[in-house]
């Protein structure tokens, strides 16, 4: 299947011309052979770092211009996050294997053996003091940043799936983690056991996604092509918003939490008013010369920080920089 998906975007890339703009783009670049397309924006706003298969791709945050590739022992790189100081990148590998590079210098200063299965998630505590993988082993690690030491497993009693995505709330007392078990744990942190488990209704799948708002009100989750709002406090649903047409796999709120971005499978992203779950916008991730079966599923996304752009990562290796204000009519 990855071979094919491969194939698909090179017919693509030789179709189309490069660079080829959705309405409401501002730029794009594409990165080479991405696979699972993983990406993070810098908490600074210089950078943004894409998984390919070979390397980690460092690219400028305005431009998109790639700016340094970082060479890695195995290939095909599951997850990229950066530290709430912009000074450390990680990243989880197939191997099991985390690691941590120096952003100032690009070097790696850190591996460590996390997982037996492949490192599906990484993510910072809000303080920038540990680090939370998720893995195909089925197991959620939290390790210190200094020593690389494990400080602990989280687990309950209900054996979870493959851990693919994991959000700290601001304040760092909650982890979310999503699951191909169906639903998202919530955890407390200082007692380091599940203090919620939001589930869809019965029937749905695997967990593709989750994130907290910068609130930390409300937590959103993705499952098939539903996006459903929770209130953190209560475990409540709050909305369901419907509309995609396939797999969700990526979700970011604004900064200011008034807007939650989608994207997934169905090759668009949509913008949905979190107050009201309205649906705000959709917009194609494909130019109009490019044709539907372009295999360009959204795999990441990320806001700027003052809201203005949101940055998408597609399966094919595209990496667009797309204008909120102009697409939401905002001020």
Same mark, same amino acid.
């Given at each position: 299947? #990855? $071979? ?24 794009? &670049? ?16 210089? =950078?943004? $770092?894409?998984?390919?298969? @070979? ?6 945050? &305005?431009?998109?211009?790639?700016? #340094? *590739?970082?060479?890695?022992? #195995?290939?095909? /790189?599951?997850?990229?996050?950066? *530290? /709430? ?7 989880? !590998?197939?191997? !099991? ?22 490192? #599906? ?14 893995? +195909?082993?089925?197991?959620? &690690? ?5 020593? !690389?030491?494990?400080?602990? &497993?989280? +687990? ?31 955890? %407390? ?10 589930? /869809? ?12 708002? /910068? ?10 092509? @539903? ?8 475990? %409540?649903?709050? =909305? ?21 971005? *989608? ?25 109009? %010369? ?33 204008? $909120? ?7």
């Amino acid at each position: 299947m #990855r $071979v094919l998906w491969v194939v698909l975007a090179v017919l693509v890339s030789s179709a189309v011309a490069w660079g080829a703009l959705p309405a409401g783009a501002v730029v794009r &670049q594409d990165v080479p052979l991405p696979l699972s397309g993983k990406m993070a924006l810098s908490p600074d706003g210089r =950078y943004v $770092v894409v998984t390919a298969t @070979y390397t980690i791709e460092i690219l400028d945050a &305005q431009s998109l211009e790639v700016i #340094r *590739s970082l060479a890695l022992p #195995r290939p095909l /790189p599951l997850s990229v996050a950066f *530290s /709430p100081d912009a000074r450390t990148l990680a990243a989880g !590998g197939p191997d !099991g294997v985390v690691r941590l590079w120096d952003v100032a210098i690009w070097d790696e200063i850190a591996s460590w053996k996390a997982h037996r299965g492949g490192v #599906r998630a990484v993510v910072f505590s809000p303080d920038g003091r540990f680090l939370a993988s998720g893995s +195909e082993d089925r197991t959620i &690690q939290l390790h210190d940043v200094t020593t !690389g030491s494990s400080v602990g &497993q989280l +687990e309950d009693e209900f054996r979870m799936t493959v851990v693919v995505d994991l959000a700290f709330s601001p304040d760092g007392a909650l982890l979310a983690s999503a699951s191909w078990d169906g639903s998202v744990r919530v955890w %407390d942190m200082a007692a380091r056991e599940v203090s919620r488990i939001l589930t /869809p209704p019965p029937g749905r799948r695997a967990i593709e996604a989750v994130a907290f708002s /910068p609130n930390g009100r409300l937590v959103a989750s993705a499952d098939e092509a @539903y996006v459903r709002l929770w209130d953190v406090e209560t475990g %409540d649903l709050v =909305y369901a918003l419907t509309g995609h047409e396939d797999f969700v796999l990526s979700l970011a709120f604004s900064p200011d939490g008034r807007v939650l971005a *989608s994207g997934g499978r169905d090759r668009t992203i949509r913008f949905w008013d979190t107050a009201t779950g309205t649906l705000l916008r959709t917009v194609s991730a494909l130019a109009a %010369d490019e044709p539907a079966w372009t295999p360009r599923w959204i795999t990441a996304l990320a806001f700027s920080l003052d809201g203005r752009f949101l940055i998408s990562a597609g399966s094919d290796g595209s990496v667009i920089r797309w204008d $909120v204000s102009a697409l939401l009519g905002a001020d």
